[in-house]
């Protein structure tokens, strides 16, 4: 049997700073990298070195033919050893890449309307919903409404390309020093009061406190709405257990699903609050 | 395959009973049941697969979060989950026994009937060739404290299994013991037929900003290179006290750890967090190994076994 490589070498085209901590980083990947879906994601690690150890995981935030090449482009924030490392490797450095993992969101053709709820780097995976349902050939019959919340104005990475897709875009920080002042489900709650009849599609990723105050207001709600969930992983591929995640069963058990590989897209009403 | 290769050299070991076709094996845990795997490795080209560790009823496991990396190292709080004996034996064994795999079911239990029990549902069962005991989890009845922390529990769990069934036994030890050479003989005497370790050390981390464990178990087990040194050392006494073959685990990232192993006097090795990183660590292990074997004119591998030089480089 032909043994598949599990990780592709994948060059580093920019890795550039766009916003304070916030690092927006393109790969040139090999032809053969199977093109991934929307909310799914990719492990990587430096290649030949170490630390990190263990493969870290990230959106894919876009995914692109150019020239002859794919491109493949992440944007995440630096908030401890990995993703520090990650943020000085220069131009032409080598990474190594595991994926696309994981299953996506699932698009409803039906749905003509699409509500994103993104609270910090939650925007990777929606912004790159956005731009896969806008190059379909449909996309432009869809209409897509954004909410993006930060703690404040310079963490809004990832806003600007977000808002070119949508037809309006809400931005709530914690400090007020852009938009609404508060949480962004707030303010989605108030645009929701005014809302009658059919619910849209709602797709949200963001902080776990977000998630779970969205998952209150929607309870009763009888629309649909799909979570990217996040939790440390080691294998990315459902094998070591470690990505658990609590979810509600149709028989209202609890159990444990793993975030990379029943993941990690849920439905937001599966998810097991303590 | 490689041309320049002039022959293969022997790499079959036989492990308290147990052929296998080479000496690498998966380490529990680490390759939940083989499917996960399945792209990336031919399980059958694997010595043997050690399957996550079963226990008589499903366990859900800890809460989240369950791991963090640590220098060189990761700590993970998994917390035993598992399917439970009934559903490995009836979901997950077909799929072994398609691949043509050699499995050796990893088992654990909260009391010692329980470690028998759920050894006497395997004995029968077709495509298991061995069992492997977890001493390492806590021992329910006596406050918690792991069986494999104290020679006269190890020993009695490892008989209790012993009597269970007709499979060979291997016996995991736990590192966060005082003499590991006592309890190594003491599951020696009980009648094991192999002895493996080391299993995690436990450690801990704190997120300081928070001021909160990095696991919501608070501690959680130590595996991946940090370990090696240790694992290496444990097993280097080991093999000096007892007959039966040592199977040596802890760190093992690439053919050259596992050389250090085989140096040391293990007759085999699991390779465990080293699949996280690269899910064909087995398989370049394997080659690594055949390879420098090849280029150092040894044609078996037991002539390699416990050839460790103690006087040095000097005498
Ligand atoms: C499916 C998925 C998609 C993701 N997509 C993105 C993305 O597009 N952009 C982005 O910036 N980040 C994303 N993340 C989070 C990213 O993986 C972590 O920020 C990264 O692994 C942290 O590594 P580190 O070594 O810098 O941090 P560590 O030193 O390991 O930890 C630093 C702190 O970050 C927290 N942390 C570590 N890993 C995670 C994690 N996986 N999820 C949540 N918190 C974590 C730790 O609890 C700790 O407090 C995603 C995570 C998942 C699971
Ligand atoms: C996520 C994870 C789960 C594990 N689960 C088990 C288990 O169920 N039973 C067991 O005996 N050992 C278990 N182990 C321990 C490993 O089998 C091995 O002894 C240990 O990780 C050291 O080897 P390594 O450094 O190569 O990983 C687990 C280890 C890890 C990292
Ligand atoms: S990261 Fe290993 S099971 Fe999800």
Redesign the interface.
């Known amino acids: ?1 032909a ?5 592709v070498s994948a060059e580093i085209i920019q890795n550039r700073e766009i916003a304070p901590l916030h690092f927006l980083m393109t790969l040139r990947l090999p032809p053969t990298f199977h093109p991934p879906y929307p909310g799914q994601f990719v492990m990587i ?1 430096a290649e030949n070195r ?6 870290r995981p990230f959106s894919v935030y876009d995914f692109y033919h150019d020239k002859k090449a794919l491109a493949l482009e992440l944007l995440y924030r630096v908030v401890g ?2 993703t520090r490392i990650f943020s000085l490797l220069p131009q032409g450095e080598k990474l190594e890449i ?1 994926g696309p993992l994981g299953r996506g969101f699932k698009i409803d053709g039906r749905r003509r309307k699409l509500i994103l709820i993104a609270g910090g780097m939650g925007v990777a995976p929606l912004s790159f919903l956005a731009s896969y349902v806008r190059r379909r050939g449909a996309g432009s019959s869809f209409e897509i409404v954004s909410y993006v919340g930060a703690r404040t104005a310079s963490y809004l990475a990832g806003l600007d390309k977000l808002e070119t897709m949508c037809s309006k875009t809400f931005i709530s920080t914690d400090d007020g020093s852009l938009g609404y002042h508060g949480k962004v489900i707030e303010l989605f709650e108030d645009h929701l009061k005014t809302c009658h009849g059919d619910m849209p599609a709602v797709y949200t990723c963001g902080p776990y406190p977000m998630i779970r105050q969205l998952a209150d207001i929607l309870r009763g709600c009888s629309g649909f709405c799909q979570v990217s969930m996040e ?16 979810i509600r069963n149709k028989d209202n058990r ?3 699903k793993r975030v990379c ?1 029943d993941g990690p897209v849920f439905d937001i009403r599966d998810l097991a609050w303590r | 395959m490689d041309k320049s290769r002039k022959f293969s050299p022997k790499m079959a070991v036989n492990i308290g009973g147990v052929a296998l076709k080479n000496p690498i094996m998966t380490a529990s ?4 049941y083989g499917e ?2 399945t ?4 399980l059958n080209r694997l010595g043997a697969i050690i399957v ?1 560790g079963i226990s008589l009823k499903p366990r ?2 800890n ?7 640590t ?4 700590l ?1 709080a ?1 917390g035993l ?1 598992n399917v439970g004996v009934d559903a490995f034996i009836k979901e997950k064994m077909p799929f072994l026994r398609d691949h043509d795999a050699t499995v050796i079911v990893n088992i654990f239990g909260e009391t010692i009937e329980e470690y028998q029990k759920v050894a006497k549902k395997l004995d029968r069962i077709d495509g298991v060739c061995a069992l492997e005991i977890n001493i390492s989890c806590p021992n329910v009845k006596r406050g918690g404290i792991a069986f494999g922390a104290r020679p006269d529990v190890a020993s009695e769990v490892a008989r209790a299994v012993k009597t269970a069934t007709r499979l060979p036994v291997m016996v995991k030890l736990t590192p966060n013991v005082t003499d590991i050479v006592e309890i190594a003989q003491s599951v020696e005497d009980a009648g094991a037929d192999a002895i493996s370790l080391i299993n995690t050390i436990t450690g801990m981390s704190v997120d300081i900003e928070k001021r909160i464990p990095h696991l919501a178990n608070i501690t959680g087990g130590l595996s ?2 940090a370990i090696k040194p240790i694992a290496l050392r444990m097993v280097w006494q080991v093999v000096k006290h007892v007959h039966v073959p040592v199977i040596g685990v802890g760190g093992i990232m690439d053919e050259r750890d596992a050389l250090e192993f085989f140096i040391v006097g293990a007759k085999a090795v699991q390779v465990g ?1 080293a ?6 660590a087995t ?1 370049d292990i394997l080659e690594g190994l055949e390879t420098y074997l090849v280029e150092s004119g040894i044609d078996d591998i037991h002539d390699l076994i416990g050839t460790l030089r103690e006087e040095g480089e000097k005498c």
């Open positions: 049997m043994r598949k490589r599990t990780t690690r170490q630390p990190p150890l263990l493969g050893q990995g595991l939790e440390r992983m080691a294998c990315g591929i459902g094998a070591c257990l470690g990505c658990a995640i609590p609890q159990l444990y590989k | 845990g680490t390759f939940g996960e795997f792209p990336y490795v031919d996550k859900r496991g809460l989240p979060p369950r791991i963090m990396e220098a060189s190292g990761m993970n998994v989950e991946g290179p967090t699949n996280f990183i690269h899910h064909t398989m």
